[in-house]
């Protein structure tokens, strides 16, 4: 990956940089070893900065064809309240308390240039958050509402960056958001996936799709 090259290449110089330095302000070369230790946490820095984008773009997801991100299971335990559980690729699973009638799913997709796609970077998506809607305006409007993240906050958020300073970065080809959302049923159970162009969500059980079939 060329950003793994990035990271060693600046830290490797910042590291010859830095001995060069010590060496030097052990001859009494002040003025030299100044420099070359200035120089040396210069590309330190630059070699952490990199780090830091490719822990967080290690986040999304890469989006070759159509891929799942996750499953979701309701259970009712009130009138517009449901418990919900997603369960991710990996295993892991997260547990929220939404109210509403629908539930939704919100990510970040970043798209990249040509150029940069034949160096191996593809579409790449993150789940933002996850929430519960009213049917209703009325409701969406009046009724209490229930929304959580689904990603931890980030040192350097590369969707931040990206958005923020987009008109600087020529490789990143589009910024966007993307949300697909259904109605909530008890027992329900529905496979989120995500593609090139966004989201996709689709009943699996018989519960969600009765819920699906009578939606209006």
Not at 34 to 63: E, P
Not at 136 to 148: L, N, S
Request: glycine residues 8%; charged residues 20%.
């Amino acid at each position: 990956m060329p950003l793994n090259a990035l990271i060693a290449i600046f830290g490797l110089l910042g590291l010859f940089l830095l001995i060069v330095a010590v060496r030097r302000f052990r001859v009494m070369n002040v003025g030299s070893g100044v420099f070359s230790g200035s120089m040396a946490m210069v590309f330190l820095v630059l070699a952490a900065a990199v780090l830091a984008l490719v822990l967080d773009l290690r986040t999304y997801q890469r989006l070759t064809n159509e891929t799942p991100v996750g499953e979701l299971d309701l259970s009712r335990v009130a009138p517009h309240q449901y418990d919900a559980v997603l369960t991710y690729p990996n295993g892991s699973v997260a547990v929220f308390f939404l109210r509403g009638d629908e539930w939704q799913v919100d990510a970040r997709i970043l798209k990249w240039q040509g150029t940069v796609n034949l160096l191996g970077f593809d579409a790449a998506l993150k789940l933002d958050r996850i929430s519960g809607r009213y049917t209703d305006i009325a409701d969406e409007r009046g009724q209490p509402r229930t929304v959580y993240e689904l990603h931890p906050p980030e040192t350097i958020d590369l969707w931040d960056l990206a958005r923020r300073y987009h008109r600087w970065l020529p490789w990143v080809d589009a910024l966007y958001g993307s949300a697909t959302f259904l109605p909530m049923a008890d027992k329900g159970s529905y496979e989120i996936s995500a593609s090139q162009t966004g989201l996709i969500a689709r009943p699996l059980n018989e519960a969600a799709r009765t819920a699906v079939s009578g939606w209006h």
